[in-house]
Structure formats: C-alpha cells, structure tokens
C-alpha cells in the first residue's frame, strides 16, 4: 500500500535504551529528535492512556478507539483555570484555550484545523 | 467545541444550539466505511463568533462535497448514511406507516453492501438524539419533512423498471404503488412524475423533444435523481442550522472575531478508488500545503524579515501534485471539464489526455502497465492507485431539467427550498463538480491564510479499530507523512516563541521590580537584564523578541515566582491595614467600656456590651463590664 517497504520501516526502527524508560509532554524537550524516539515517546504514552502529545504549537491525538474520561467538566474548568498552559499535560482542550486567548488578545481570527487520515479520530476530536 | 461552549457559554443558548447541530450533521453525513465506523463524507468548516467580552454570539457552518454517491452505492461491508437507519429503526410504527417507511431489509439502497448494522452502535437511540436536535434547530415542521423527503429518496431506489427491448423503459407494475408513495411523500404531480423517470429532454434546432430512455440510463437518471435530492437536502440542513445560528450577523460582524474549526474526510486508500477518494485525497493535499506553508515558509520569512539568523532546513512541499491536479490548463480537474464538453466523452481517452499533458510529473504520476484504465498519484500521504473508470459521469452535476420542474412544483415547503424556480432549468452549462470542488477549497485556502492557525494531527494506532493496540509501523508512516519529524526538526532549529515587544513588556514586567514603564525594544531589554539567564538566548528582532521553548518555560517560571511574591506582598499589606483598624475600634472600645463602668447605670452598661458584641476580640475591659 505504501512506498516504502516495511522492511526498510522495521530496520529504522531502533530505540536508544534511554527512550524505553520515559517519555515527555512536548516533543520539543526530546533530547534527539529522531523518528524512532518520537515514535517511542508516543507509543509510550498511548499505553499509559496519554493519547495526547504536543510539538510545540501542534498537537498529535492518536485515536484510542475508547472513551477515556478526560472530557469531564472539571477537566474543562482545569483547564480554564490553568495561568498557562504548558503546566498541565497536553490535551485538546489546551488548543481550544490557546486559540481563545489568542483571539481575544489580538482580534485576529483564529482557526483549529483537525487533520489525518480517515478513521484518525478528527471528528470526535472537533466535537470535544 | 465542547470546550468553548463551555468556557464561553452565551447569553442566548447559541453554544447550545451549536453544539446540537452536530448530531444532526453526523447522521446525514457520517456512514460507516470499512476504514471508520463513522466516517464523515462531507468536509465541514465552522466558523464561531465572539462578542468583546469572549460570548459566543453566533456560528457559520460551511459544508464541502459530500459523497453522494454513496446514496445509492455502497461498497461492502459500508453503510449508507446512518439517518436512513435511523428512522427505520427508530420511528414508531405509527409514525412509520404515515411516512410510508418500511424495515432496513426492504430497502435496496439499505442492503446491497449486505451490512446493516454497527457493532455497539444503537440507530434507535440515536435517532431520539438526531430527532430532539432536529425539533429545536430545524423546527418540528421542518423535521416532518425531511423525514419525508429521506423515506421518497428510499423508495426510489426500489422503484422496479422493464425494459421494453426497444430502447424504451417502463415502470413494472409492481412498482405502481411505489410511485404513487413517493408523489405524495414529495406532494409533486404523479403523471408528470412517472413520465419523466423514462424519458428525457434534448433540444434540437431550438424546440424541445421528449424521447425515451433505455434500461440502462432510466437506472442512473433514477440513481442521479435520487442523489441530488439527497445532496440538495443535505445542503439545505445546513442552511437552516446557520440560520438558527444567526449566521448572517456573523457575516455583518466586519469585526471578524471568529475561531473556525476544520473537520474535513481524511487520506483515504481503499482497494478500488475512484473519483470520490480523488476529490477526498485532493483537498487533504491542499491542506497538506497550508500545513507546510505555515510551518516552514511562514516561520522563515518572519525571521528574515525580522532580521534573525536562523538556520534553513530542507523540507519537501507537494506543489507538484497539486499542480498535476489542479493546474487551470494541464491539471487533472481542467482536462476531466473538457471532457464533459466532449458529446461521447471516454474515461480512456480521458487518461491519455491526462498522461500526454503531464509528462513532467513522472515522479507523482505514473500509468499502470497491467490495467490501462489505472494511474498512480503518489500522494504526500502515499501512492493510490485509481481507476479512472467513471471519472467523466460522476464529475457531471448532472440532472433532469424535466425532473426538476416536477420537483419545483412541489407543494411542500422544503421541496421547493431543494429546488427554488429561480434555477436555471435550461441546460446551461453548469459547472462539473470537480471545479465547484476546487473553487471552494481554494476559497476555504483564503480564509485559512488569513487566520492563526492550530494544528491538530490526529493518528490512527492501528487499522482494527481496536484499543489498545499500538502498530509502529503504520503509526510511524503517519508520522513522516504529516511531517511530523521534520516540522519537529525546524522548531527546534527556529524560535516557536515571539511576542510583540509591547506584549512580552506587559506580560513579564512584573519579572524586573525596577520596571518603571516603556514597552519598547529597550524597555524588554531592561526586564531580561534583570534575569539570572543567558539572554542572549532570547533573540531581539525589529519588531518581536523570538525564543524556544526552553527559554519560555524559564521566563513563565520566572513570572509565575514574581507574581506570587507579589500576591504575598499585597497580602501583607491588606492584613497590616485590616490589623491597624481594628486596633483603633478596640482602643475608642476601651474608651467606652472605661466610661460606662465610672457611670455604671444598667443602661448605659448594656448599650457598652452590644457595642462590643461585633469585635474579633474580647478585651478585658469588656468582661469586667459584664
């Protein structure tokens, strides 16, 4: 289905022994920024149920086909209430008060754009 | 949406209304696909209006091609759109005897792709959701309709014809009880009804002739037919959810204060794809290029304009895939036009067209050696391989001038909304679908530039839907398709941070205790100077003050230390004053209670002691009064 062959994929894929032990909230603080230690920070994550993971000002949702309850209202409030956002852990919710303060700070329309493939969660994602 | 519905909230239920509306689009324009069990099949883009003091006042949907196709074809193992389900499972009897709804099972267009149901999904129940959504936004008259329309859209596809072995069709009679149905359900003429499933209208040297169809193309008028109704109605939804959004005061706002969420159909590679995965893989190319426009080439030209060194990097943007589609002469969308113009177009000669304009583009468009009606895009997100079969048909909005008169004069309200008389019944040329297509995106482009962007990447763990299964090799695909490496790689090079000097002056301000006013370049200066960090990390440009993400983490902790000194300060202060007032009420107390024992009349000691009843603290001389 895809160009490059899986082989070629499953070679690539090493883990430095470091990356097994942790994992960060923001990709930014990965000491290297290969594939194989975003890979692994994010497939770290999703198996402690942290299906959220920010770069920066991106943020990656990897779909868990369930309902966690990280949606509840005092979630929300959490959020709100956060001075900023980088103290709590990445979440969708952040975006949405990112993108609130930014338009209240400097009336410029802003936009949240959900990509990925089909059946990547975008539309549970935009409901939330 | 959850999230700024909540936090905003409205004085007029608008956050309510917009999050209703959900609901009712998810069932006209979600399906389930063998990748998704619910798939929306319509790119939507909402726009949400704030007043100044962060209230939501009103909203914007704008819908994008919905596949309508997929009315009357599935693939197997889809499903329809869940709506259809929904009423057939979730209406009363009674109720579905009045609008003429049968089960599931007797509906072609229901049961071709031999699925029907969903595994842990309720059609009855979430039809009680769609229908109250519906009652509120759309009017409980308007939902009347629709059902109607939705249970007419139905039983046409049932509609069984004969073909008369001479190029003419007529309806079985069978189908006579169908017919008469789906007239009343769209209150339109009947004759007019049935003569025009058969025939068509042509117009040769200037007057008008009604001539039969063959078998065949009575099915796909029918089809045809069928769809556009649907489409339309989709369309028309919309148009009431906005207007109960108060979408034309958003537009009359010059003051723009909107946040607009993209929720548009992903990548999609199936087995077989075809113009409608064509379409879908089109305009997640376009945003593909908003995304890398944004990261890369806006994040360089703020630095060179701001005068920053930085380091460039190399990145790969997908201009020549988009060209190759899109291109106004030699794009796939031009030539597939030209074609329709084309009396006996032919998808074959159409790929040869396309592969003799494109020479150039080897390296994202190849033909398949074994099938000739195949060719290979190979997209950002990977190679799809599309057959090119039908490409001419489906671009064509296509339908009957006749039919649509018909449907026009209709008696229901909504019908006629579907199919307003101000329309061109004449064949003019009406534009293909491909080239509505990329007007809009083209136009949502436009609005995207000139908004603030936040990206949301959204990746699938593994293609069984399952929790708790984690797949690296298709995760990491995802990863290097989006970009999602290299977007890491220029961050980190680059300085995600910046702030007007005047905004990081207000911010951070409270950092540098000596800050007396300014917000200029050197007013900046003076904060950083006061830190305990190499500032030379912070890089001062002519009009922003960029840095990373390290640096802001510092100065937020730095602001976060300063401002709770300086609450504890105010504190201090507030308690020092509540303390010396509370002192000087104590003291002239004294005064009192002093007085009224020399006196020591019971009434002048008893308005003494009520006196003293309200103070924090008891003093002595209070209790020897007593």
Same mark, same amino acid.
């Given at each position: 289905?895809?160009?490059?062959?899986?082989?070629?994929?499953?070679?690539?894929?090493?883990?430095s022994?470091?990356?097994?032990?942790?994992?960060?909230?923001?990709?930014?603080?990965?000491?290297?920024?290969?594939?194989?230690?975003?890979?692994?920070?994010?497939?770290?994550?999703?198996?402690?149920?942290?299906?959220?993971?920010r770069?920066?000002?991106?943020?990656?949702?990897?779909?868990?086909?369930? =309902?966690?309850? /990280?949606?509840?209202?005092? /979630?929300?409030?959490?959020?709100?209430?956060?001075r900023? /956002?980088?103290? =709590?852990?990445?979440?969708?919710?952040?975006?949405a008060?990112?993108?609130?303060?930014?338009?209240?700070?400097?009336?410029?329309?802003?936009?949240?754009?959900i990509?990925?493939?089909?059946?990547s969660?975008?539309?549970?994602?935009?409901k939330? | 949406?959850?999230?700024?519905?909540?936090?905003?909230?409205?004085?007029?239920?608008?956050?309510?209304?917009?999050?209703?509306?959900s609901?009712?689009?998810?069932?006209?324009?979600?399906?389930?696909?063998?990748?998704?069990?619910?798939?929306?099949?319509?790119?939507?883009?909402?726009?949400?209006?704030?007043?100044?003091?962060?209230?939501?006042?009103?909203?914007k949907?704008?819908?994008?091609?919905?596949?309508?196709?997929?009315?009357?074809?599935?693939e197997?193992?889809?499903?329809?759109?869940?709506?259809?389900?929904?009423?057939?499972?979730?209406?009363?009897?009674?109720?579905?005897?009045?609008?003429?709804?049968?089960?599931?099972?007797?509906?072609?267009?229901?049961?071709?792709?031999?699925?029907?149901?969903?595994?842990?999904?309720?059609?009855?129940?979430?039809?009680a959701?769609?229908?109250?959504?519906m009652?509120?936004?759309?009017?409980?008259?308007?939902?009347?309709?629709?059902?109607?329309?939705l249970?007419?859209?139905?039983?046409?596809?049932?509609?069984?014809?004969?073909?008369?072995?001479?190029?003419?069709? $007529?309806?079985?009679?069978?189908?006579?009880?169908?017919?008469?149905?789906?007239?009343?359900?769209?209150?339109?003429?009947?004759?007019?009804?049935?003569?025009?499933?058969?025939?068509?209208?042509?117009?040769?040297?200037?007057?008008?002739?009604?001539?039969?169809?063959?078998?065949? @193309?009575t099915?796909?008028?029918?089809?045809?037919?069928?769809?556009?109704?649907?489409?339309?109605?989709?369309?028309?939804?919309?148009?009431?959810?906005?207007?109960?959004?108060?979408?034309?005061?958003?537009a009359?706002?010059?003051?723009?204060?909107?946040?607009?969420?993209?929720?548009?159909?992903?990548?999609?590679?199936?087995?077989?794809?075809?113009?409608?995965?064509?379409?879908?893989?089109?305009?997640?190319?376009k945003?593909?290029?908003?995304?890398v426009?944004?990261?890369?080439?806006?994040?360089?030209?703020?630095?060179?304009?701001?005068?920053?060194?930085?380091? %460039?990097?190399?990145?790969?943007?997908?201009?020549?895939?988009?060209?190759?589609?899109?291109?106004?002469?030699?794009?796939i969308?031009s030539?597939?036009?030209?074609?329709?113009?084309?009396?006996q177009?032919?998808d074959e000669?159409l790929l040869?067209?396309?592969?003799?304009?494109?020479?150039? %583009?080897?390296?994202?468009?190849?033909?398949?050696?074994?099938?000739?009606?195949?060719?290979t895009?190979?997209?950002?997100a990977?190679?799809?391989?599309?057959?090119?079969n039908?490409?001419?048909?489906?671009?064509?909005?296509?339908?009957?001038?006749?039919?649509?008169?018909?449907?026009?004069?209709?008696?229901?309200?909504?019908?006629?909304?579907?199919?307003?008389?101000?329309?061109?019944?004449?064949?003019?040329?009406?534009?293909?679908?491909?080239?509505?297509?990329?007007?809009?995106?083209?136009s949502?482009?436009?609005?995207?530039?000139?908004?603030?962007?936040?990206y949301?990447?959204?990746i699938?763990?593994?293609?069984?839907?399952s929790?708790?299964?984690?797949?690296?090799?298709?995760?990491?695909?995802?990863?290097?398709?989006?970009?999602?490496?290299?977007?890491?790689?220029?961050?980190?090079?680059?300085f995600?941070?910046?702030?007007?000097?005047?905004?990081?002056?207000?911010?951070? @301000?409270?950092?540098?205790?000596?800050?007396?006013?300014?917000?200029?370049?050197?007013?900046?200066?003076?904060?950083?100077?006061?830190?305990?960090?190499?500032?030379?990390?912070?890089?001062?440009?002519?009009?922003?003050?960029?840095?990373?993400?390290?640096?802001?983490?510092?100065?937020e902790?730095?602001?976060n230390?300063?401002?709770?000194k300086?609450?504890?300060?105010?504190?201090?202060?507030?308690?020092?004053?509540?303390? %010396?007032?509370?002192?000087?009420?104590?003291?002239?107390?004294?005064?009192?209670?002093?007085?009224?024992?020399?006196?020591g $009349?019971?009434?002048?000691?008893?308005?003494?002691?009520?006196k003293?009843?309200?103070?924090?603290?008891?003093?002595?001389?209070?209790?020897?009064?007593?």
């Amino acid at each position: 289905m895809f160009t490059i062959s899986e082989k070629m994929h499953k070679k690539s894929i090493k883990f430095s022994k470091k990356s097994l032990q942790n994992y960060v909230h923001d990709l930014l603080m990965l000491d290297e920024s290969n594939e194989a230690n975003i890979l692994y920070n994010i497939k770290n994550r999703f198996s402690k149920k942290r299906i959220y993971t920010r770069l920066g000002k991106i943020l990656i949702s990897v779909n868990p086909y369930k =309902l966690y309850p /990280v949606y509840t209202p005092d /979630v929300v409030e959490k959020y709100q209430n956060a001075r900023t /956002v980088n103290q =709590l852990p990445p979440h969708i919710y952040e975006v949405a008060k990112g993108a609130i303060e930014e338009l209240i700070m400097t009336k410029h329309p802003q936009s949240i754009l959900i990509a990925g493939e089909s059946g990547s969660g975008k539309t549970e994602a935009c409901k939330q | 949406m959850q999230y700024l519905a909540e936090v905003a909230g409205s004085e007029s239920d608008m956050e309510k209304k917009l999050l209703e509306s959900s609901p009712i689009l998810e069932s006209l324009g979600n399906a389930q696909t063998i990748r998704n069990d619910n798939s929306s099949r319509f790119g939507k883009w909402s726009e949400i209006y704030f007043d100044e003091n962060g209230k939501i006042v009103a909203g914007k949907i704008v819908d994008y091609l919905l596949e309508k196709s997929r009315v009357s074809h599935q693939e197997k193992g889809e499903r329809n759109y869940h709506i259809f389900y929904q009423i057939c499972r979730g209406l009363s009897q009674e109720d579905k005897k009045k609008y003429y709804i049968l089960d599931v099972e007797d509906y072609k267009y229901l049961t071709k792709s031999s699925k029907t149901k969903i595994k842990g999904v309720d059609d009855e129940q979430n039809f009680a959701e769609t229908s109250e959504a519906m009652e509120r936004i759309l009017t409980r008259e308007n939902k009347d309709n629709l059902i109607r329309i939705l249970s007419a859209v139905l039983l046409i596809g049932n509609i069984e014809f004969i073909d008369n072995q001479d190029d003419s069709t $007529s309806i079985s009679p069978s189908s006579a009880d169908i017919v008469s149905k789906i007239s009343k359900l769209l209150c339109i003429n009947e004759d007019n009804f049935i003569k025009f499933l058969t025939t068509k209208r042509s117009v040769a040297s200037g007057s008008e002739i009604i001539s039969n169809m063959n078998l065949i @193309k009575t099915e796909e008028a029918r089809h045809g037919l069928s769809r556009m109704i649907y489409h339309r109605l989709f369309q028309e939804v919309v148009s009431l959810i906005n207007e109960s959004l108060d979408s034309k005061t958003a537009a009359k706002s010059s003051k723009r204060r909107y946040i607009g969420v993209l929720d548009i159909y992903g990548f999609e590679i199936f087995k077989h794809n075809s113009f409608e995965q064509f379409s879908i893989n089109y305009a997640n190319e376009k945003l593909q290029q908003h995304f890398v426009k944004y990261t890369f080439k806006t994040e360089e030209k703020i630095y060179e304009e701001d005068g920053i060194d930085f380091e %460039k990097i190399k990145y790969k943007d997908n201009i020549l895939i988009l060209d190759l589609i899109e291109d106004k002469t030699t794009g796939i969308i031009s030539i597939l036009d030209d074609e329709l113009r084309i009396p006996q177009s032919s998808d074959e000669r159409l790929l040869n067209k396309i592969e003799n304009a494109n020479q150039d %583009k080897r390296e994202v468009f190849s033909r398949s050696l074994k099938k000739k009606e195949e060719f290979t895009i190979m997209h950002f997100a990977g190679d799809v391989d599309y057959s090119i079969n039908g490409f001419v048909e489906k671009n064509k909005d296509q339908s009957s001038g006749n039919m649509k008169k018909v449907l026009q004069n209709s008696e229901m309200e909504l019908v006629q909304r579907l199919f307003p008389s101000s329309e061109d019944t004449k064949n003019k040329a009406t534009k293909s679908l491909a080239y509505q297509f990329r007007r809009q995106l083209n136009s949502l482009m436009n609005t995207l530039e000139d908004t603030n962007p936040f990206y949301i990447k959204c990746i699938k763990p593994n293609h069984h839907k399952s929790p708790d299964e984690f797949d690296p090799i298709l995760v990491l695909d995802q990863l290097r398709n989006t970009r999602i490496v290299e977007s890491l790689e220029i961050v980190q090079k680059g300085f995600p941070y910046r702030m007007k000097y005047n905004d990081f002056a207000a911010r951070y @301000k409270v950092v540098n205790p000596n800050y007396n006013g300014g917000n200029s370049k050197k007013a900046v200066e003076l904060i950083l100077k006061k830190l305990n960090y190499d500032v030379s990390r912070f890089k001062l440009g002519h009009n922003f003050i960029h840095y990373k993400s390290e640096d802001n983490k510092y100065i937020e902790a730095q602001r976060n230390v300063s401002v709770d000194k300086l609450i504890t300060k105010v504190q201090n202060a507030v308690r020092v004053r509540q303390a %010396k007032v509370l002192m000087r009420q104590l003291r002239k107390y004294k005064q009192i209670c002093k007085a009224a024992l020399s006196d020591g $009349s019971i009434v002048v000691v008893n308005a003494a002691l009520k006196k003293g009843e309200d103070l924090r603290f008891i003093i002595k001389e209070h209790r020897e009064l007593k």
